[in-house]
């Protein structure tokens, strides 16, 4: 499968420069904080909050940070600003359809973040309901190749119920329904795979192709969102 999310993975994300480790610190906690909000604040009970307790610990999020969290979701820290999920969906160069995933306290500041980033950047946000139906949210397991088969970890994927897999550098992306992915992590992690991270995205339902020189004003677009605390994840048609 083509398309991808460029904060989903967020392990892979691990060797980010000190300086911008508070922002990791606080896009995952924020995660963590709609999830416990969602279903609760036990993880064995709350698939969500399990899989976003993992990504804080992938990024060494300290326990102490990932309890607070878990308690401003539940409600038991008081005077705690509520954390609100919206998605935005914006037109990038090279007639680009982009959904950018935000978790904020505050969502004037993060259309206005939001709109300073698009106007530099030859892009513009648009009305909602003008992408969302070129995707599809489908489940997405990274499971680690290195010092594994990979020909064999991927038959287990299949023989779990995948839909489709992919290998990219020192992992194999595993496709499922989003339905099928605490299932088919469990049985991943059951047979020995070292999953190190799962998540629900929105996959493009026709992937198109940009030209190198749009490549680079994109990937400058990327850089620019994925600075504010407030995204949590990016999708787009590519």
Known sequence: MSGHSHWAGIKHKKAVADAKRAG???KVARLVTLAAREGGGNP????KLRLAIDQAR???MPKDNIDRAVKRGTGELKDAARIEETIYEAMAPGNIAMLVKTATDN???TVSE???IFNKTNAKMVPAGSFKHLFKQIGIIYVNTQNKDADELELK????????????AEYLQVYTEPKDLKKIKDALEASGAQVDN???????????EIDADIKMDYKNLLEKLDELDDVQEIYDNL
């Open 24 to 26: 990791v610190f606080t």
């Open 44 to 47: 064995e009970m709350n698939f």
């Open 58 to 60: 992938a990024v060494n």
């Open 107 to 109: 969502k004037n500041r």
């Open 114 to 116: 939001l709109k300073a």
């Open 157 to 168: 994927a299949i023989d779990a119920g995948a839909l489709d897999t992919a290998f990219q």
């Open 198 to 208: 799962a998540n629900i995205i929105f996959h493009p339902l026709d992937p198109t």
